[in-house]
């Protein structure tokens, strides 16, 4: 739901940020920096708690096949320079060496990703 939608939500229904904080167990600074516009980006995590402290959870996020395609949904994902290099760099692997390639360099990362961190 969009902060501006809420924050209606909070006039129509006399809620005050303290209020809303109290129920979402989020601190009043940050409910303040959502609603005035300070924290332009708050966490998904974050904007769950207050939605839910309203009772106006949502589902779960269904995206489309074709939103997965171009990295965006009801809820746009922003990629670092280096997260957007390796999306590159395995797509271009997977153009030139095909998708049994690719599930092998999955295959790879998630065994890596299984290692005990070094000390």
Known sequence: MEVQAIKKYLKDNHIT?????????????TIK??????SQYP??????AIEEALGLSTPPL??????????V???PTYLSEKEWRILNAFN???RSRGEAFADKMIKMI??????????
């Open 110 to 119: 998630e065994d890596i990703s299984e290692l005990p961190e070094k000390k």
């Open 33 to 38: 920096k959502i609603f005035s516009g300070i």
């Open 43 to 48: 966490r998904i995590d974050t904007m769950q």
């Open 73 to 75: 949904g009801p809820h």
């Open 17 to 29: 940020y303290e209020e809303l904080a109290e129920k979402s167990k989020l601190s009043i600074s």
């Open 62 to 71: 269904q995206w489309t096949e074709e939103d997965k395609a171009l990295g």
């Open 92 to 94: 271009d692997l997977e």
